[in-house]
Every structure is written in C-alpha cells, then in structure tokens.
C-alpha cells in the first residue's frame, strides 16, 4: 500500500516525457478545480438566499402559530391565556384576526387581507422594523399599516386627513342579497405607515388594531383567529410546539414559521437538489478527463510497470498506483476550488462584490454542511473514476 502511494505521488508530481500528457492532466486537474469551486459556490449561494429570506420570514411570520382545527375563529379563553403564562419557553405571544377584505380610496379598489393585532405584536413579530414611511399602528384610534403594494394601487399616501381608508367585509349569512350596500360592514381608518417586505406581502395585508378588527368582523371581545408566539430562543421551538399541541388537543393546529412557509422551503431546496444533480453531471463529464490523463499515463509508463512487476510487484499493487494517483489528482483539484470558494465568499460577504439592488448585495453563506457534500462527491467520482482507468492495467499489457 506505501509502495504504490509513493510511486503515485512521484508519477503525479513528476513531468512526463510526453507533453500531450502533461496538457491533458493539467486540463482534467482545472476541471475538477472549476467542478469543485462551482459546486460549492452554488451550494452555498442556496444556503444564503434562505438564510437571507428568514430575515423577512422572522419580520413578518412568528415563532409558532395556534390555529383553530375547524373554522376561522375561536374564544380566547381564560385556560388558554392560563396555559401560554406558565410556559417558561414563551417570550410574548399576540392575538391576531385575518380576514379577506374589500378596500377602498377614492374611486380605486382592492381585494386584500386584513390583519388585526394587539398592541402586543411587535414584540411577537418584527414587523414595525420593515415600515419605510410613517409610524406604527396608534391604538388610540383607528389607523392602518398599509403594504407598499396596496398604497400603490389606491394611491393612497400616509397622514391623509379627510382622506380615509374604507374597509369592507360581507355580512354572513346564506340568504338572498336584495340590496347590496346592506351586504356588507364598513369601517373608514386613517392610513399612519407603509411597510415593504416582498410583492407578495406587499399586496396582501393591511394591519388594522385587534379591536378594529373585531367590531369590523362583529366578533366578540375574546373572539380571535389565530395566536401568535415568540419563543425564548429557536432551540425550544419544536419543544414548545409539542407541549403545546399536547395539552390543547386536537381543536386546535400548533404549527412552526417552516410549516406556515413550507411552500417557499420546499421550492428552495427542490432548486438547491437541481442545481446539485446539475452541476454533478458536469463534474462527471470534468472527471472523464481524469479517467482519460489515467489511461494515457499508463501507456506511457508502460515500460517502468513491467520493470516494477519483474522487481516483484503484483498486478493489484500496479493497479493501486493509479487509484492512488487519480486519487490524488482529484484531491489536489477539491482543496485548490474549495479554498478558491472559500476565498470568494469571504470577498463576497466583506467587500459585496455582487449586487442584487444598489444597497442589497448578493447573498452567499458558507456552511460545513455545504463543504462535506462537495467533499464526499468530488472524493467519490475521483475514486470511481480512478478504479475504471485502473482496471485496464492486466499481467498482459504489462508483460506484453
């Protein structure tokens, strides 16, 4: 084993006396440099565009989530404030009422969501630190955070006195609408702030008071749809849901910001696992050069592998050679592209080299996790790559 490691490391390290050989393995060691570099960028690109899209999910989703199992609303009763007090793990916690609402200003309109929320709420969700114009709801009186993307549709501007913003939502009821300004409940608020977070939110929600909300809705003083939780740290949050969800039973859904946003995770690691499978297909085609500066070489060290067998060498020590060298090749390529993907992400992340918008640079994280994947794929197709090349090598071609 020492043997044909040291013989591998002075064929690698050493020029062959055929040029063609030495260009073909310095193009199948840039192969895997470039392999291995944009593997790993790519990877590690993914790994920030999610940790840079929970800055907003932290801003405007909670730590966990109760919800009623059947219908929209339910009573806010003394056993559950009771319940969220005594769990050591909840840092605050918010009542919250969203409805799907008809607004209007002037002669725009818009179909939206409306978010009612206690004067608790910021110390649930960081939503107040993403509002670009004005202030934060005034529980005092009726006033609306309005997103960017409805203010826009209903030119609807901030601190607009005499200009109010009206709210519609439709009365309940299965029978027949004869007159259809009695269809609906309306309540007129002053728009105080704008907040901008994704098109999506944007274009969604307008934050009303708990209380608004409630009379709006007709619903009862502890009538809510659903409470929101912030946890001590997130290394209680599975802890939290579980106990939660034990001791409320099944009239009522525990869920976590993942489960809330489970469609956004899932696209994002869906792309991530294609881009991987993509970027490994093209490693392979990279490798098959490996294969090809293996085969050459072995042609060329044809005679000093005939000398080494009549020294005594087996076949199996011979062939362990070139497993070691493509090893070794593969190798010398994946420390050179992850210390120059290492490199880059520090340069990205201190110097913002690439931009997304002229204040916001791209994202890029580096992740053990990240490393260890490109690693164990790069290390893998190297040793296979080098076991196919090696098993040409037989007693007859050398002897021969």
């Known amino acids: 084993m020492h043997f044909s490691l040291y013989i591998a490391k002075r064929y690698l390290f050493s020029k062959s006396s055929n040029n063609a050989i030495n260009i073909i393995t310095k193009i199948s060691s840039i192969g895997v440099i470039v392999g291995s570099l944009a593997l790993f960028i790519v990877l590690s690109v993914f790994s920030g565009l999610k940790s840079f899209s929970a800055i907003f999910l932290n801003a405007t989703d909670p730590d966990i989530r109760i919800t009623a199992s059947k219908g929209k609303s339910f009573e806010f009763t003394e056993n559950l404030k009771h319940l969220l007090a005594e769990d050591s793990t909840i840092f605050a916690y918010s009542k919250v009422i969203e409805e799907r609402a008809f607004f ?3 002669k725009k309109e818009h179909i939206a969501f409306i978010k009612g929320v206690d004067s608790n709420y910021v110390n649930v969700v960081k939503i107040d630190s993403l509002v670009y114009a004005g202030d934060w709801l005034d529980y005092s009186r009726n006033t609306a955070l309005v997103g960017n993307g409805i203010a826009n549709k209903l030119s609807l501007g901030i601190l607009n006195y005499g200009e109010a913003l009206n709210i519609f939502v439709p009365k309940p009821g299965k029978n027949y609408i004869s007159n259809p300004s009695k269809a609906f409940r309306k309540t007129s608020v002053e728009a105080v702030g704008v907040f901008s977070v994704s098109e999506e939110l944007d274009n969604k929600f307008v934050f009303i008071s708990l209380s ?3 009379k709006l809705l007709n619903y009862s003083e502890n009538q809510i749809s659903a409470i929101d ?6 290394e209680f949050t599975t802890h939290t849901i579980k106990t939660l969800q034990k001791k409320l039973g099944t009239d009522y859904k525990v869920v976590s910001r993942e489960e809330l946003n489970a469609v956004f995770y899932k696209i994002l690691n869906t792309e ?4 991987y499978l993509i970027f490994t297909l093209v490693l392979i085609i990279a490798i098959f050069n490996v294969i090809g500066s293996i085969i050459m070489m072995i042609i060329d060290k044809k005679a000093n592998l005939n000398t080494l067998y009549n020294l005594g060498a087996s076949v ?3 062939k362990q050679i070139f497993v070691f060298q493509g090893f070794l090749l593969t190798l010398f390529g994946l420390v050179i592209g992850l210390s120059m993907g290492c490199g880059l992400i520090f340069l990205q992340n ?3 080299l690439f931009m997304i918008t002229n204040t916001i640079a791209y994202p890029i994280e580096f992740k053990l996790s990240n490393l260890l994947i490109v690693v164990a794929t790069i290390t893998l197709l190297g040793y296979f790559a080098s076991r196919i090349a090696s098993a040409r090598i037989s007693k007859n071609l050398i002897t021969n």
Do not use: G, P
Request: glycine content about 0%.
């Open 350 to 352: 201190r110097f913002q």
């Open 272 to 275: 991530k696992l294609v881009a």
């Open 212 to 214: 608004t909300c409630q």
């Open 229 to 234: 939780i912030k946890t001590n740290t997130t």
């Open 316 to 318: 199996k020590e011979i």
């Open 104 to 106: 209007k200003h002037k």
